[in-house]
């Protein structure tokens, strides 16, 4: 017996010092190199974009140089100034490429610096051979853009350059031509309820009337059913442009006095955001009900709004606390690593197993707040929880670009983990790949992945 103990008692030793002598990580030269090569050469999951496809781009006023400020730029034009008169003539009234830089040029000597604005430049450069944005380059750069979009351009920017493998774009607008898009699916006609016409226009929209509170929670049921069929992989909610994420259970009779108020109001009825509260934040509860049914995760626009004036508070993601514990067997995604609630967020996805992250965006507001939260959360979170690259763009040479910086930051914040020590150069690798292709392919069910 006396043997067999000490016999265990060796054997333990010898296991446990070996495994002691496997985990020394000795760092082999050249590892930073192997690192970004693997990084650069990844295909991607890009879980978040608002692109405008070659066909829709055809109809608008601005396939030229003011295509690449749509939506991230000119928050930095219109935080610097630009009045909304000038946003509107620039794309959405007939304004030739000279006029609209005119416009532009002031608020962008005031603006070039930011990271959307280096993204765009960065994009420019490599795919145009173009090297400033100014009053001699704009003419020649909407000249190439134009001729590039008449041919193959939009999937050989995101195939062939950004090897993309999926694609999650906001809304179905770009259609089923592109084999590798899915679909995020917004549900404001019943998340944003505050008038009478929002509710019989979705009557007119589905052919059926719409007169009790029931009625009007199975319009939204036929629209989720319908989008699942159209390839919807994830309920996108971005209530927090126009209210709090605070969502409280309110009971069917305090929803239906709100509902009635609506429906018997006359046609141009508008109820303050308070009086709607209740009937928003009760569709709020069924359309997870819908989410849990058919298994499908939930992703909430959380931190800064785009577009200007806003309210902050209003997306700060703690207010859905309640929304995690009421609905463990629904997975919740917060988008735009909650930019500036980036703490929050790391207790909120190590508190409940059910709450993911999203980093889309992050790299166009500001790449240090995403290399500071990455270094963060590779530390407070587990890896399996980070999805870290979306756009989040309006067109695909920002895609571009915004991948480039995202895996300049991935590169950075890993190698430096593996210079301190803290992982090895192959679970580095490991969670690089986790973190731009697996987590999200498990995440939105896009395909299996070991
Ligand atoms: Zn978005």
């Not at 226009?201 to 939204?220: C, G, R």
């Amino acid at each position: 017996m006396k043997l067999y103990i000490s016999l265990i008692i060796s054997l333990s030793v010898s296991v446990f010092c070996r495994s002691q002598d496997t985990k020394v990580s000795v760092l082999t030269p050249g590892y930073e190199q192997r690192i970004r090569d693997f990084i650069d050469t990844s295909e991607v999951i890009d879980t978040h974009e608002h692109l405008l496809s070659p066909e829709i781009l055809e109809r608008t006023t601005f396939l030229d140089f003011s295509l690449l400020l749509e939506q991230n730029s000119y928050d930095g034009l219109i935080a610097s100034g630009m009045s909304e008169s000038m946003i509107r003539k620039l794309y959405f009234e007939p304004t030739t490429v000279s006029e609209k830089w005119k416009i532009i040029e002031p608020y962008w000597n005031k603006s070039f610096n930011t990271a959307s604005n280096r993204i765009l430049l960065l994009a420019i450069k490599d795919l145009y051979g173009i090297n400033e944005l100014n009053g001699s380059t704009v003419e020649s750069l909407s000249a190439k853009i134009k001729k590039a979009y008449s041919g193959e351009w939009f999937n050989h920017v995101l195939k062939d350059l950004c090897r993309i493998d999926y694609l999650i774009e906001d809304g179905d607008n770009v259609g089923a031509k592109y084999d590798y898009f899915r679909y995020a699916k917004r549900f404001s006609p019943w998340l944003s309820v505050n008038t009478k016409f929002r509710i019989d226009s979705l009557a007119v929209m589905q052919v059926e009337p719409i007169y009790t509170l029931e009625d009007y929670v199975k319009s939204m049921r036929i629209v989720f059913e319908d989008a699942l069929e159209k390839g919807m992989v994830v309920v996108k909610v971005n209530a927090a442009y126009k209210r709090t994420l605070s969502f409280e259970k309110v009971t069917t009779e305090n929803a239906r006095k709100v509902f009635r108020t609506l429906i018997n109001g006359n046609e141009d009825l508008v109820i303050s955001a308070k009086d709607a509260k209740p009937l928003q934040d009760y569709m709020m509860f069924q359309l997870l009900e819908l989410a849990k049914q058919h298994k499908i995760p939930v992703a909430f626009h959380t931190g800064i709004q785009a577009g200007g004036v806003n309210i902050i508070g209003n997306s700060d993601p703690t207010l859905l606390t309640n929304l995690f514990y009421e609905y463990p067997d629904v997975n919740f995604v917060l988008f735009h690593g909650s930019y500036p609630f980036g703490g929050e967020l790391t207790t909120l996805v190590r508190n409940f197993q059910n709450v993911y992250i999203d980093m889309n965006w992050t790299y166009s507001i500001s790449p240090t707040y995403a290399r500071r939260y990455l270094n963060e959360w590779l530390e407070a979170v587990p890896a399996s929880k980070i999805m870290a690259f979306g756009g989040d763009q309006r067109c695909v040479e920002n895609t571009y670009g915004n991948l480039l910086i995202a895996k300049q930051v991935i590169s950075d914040v890993l190698i430096e983990k593996v210079k301190t020590g803290y992982l090895s150069e192959s679970e580095a690798i490991k969670i690089a790949r986790m973190i731009l292709y697996d987590n999200a392919a498990k995440f939105y069910n896009l395909k299996q992945v070991e």
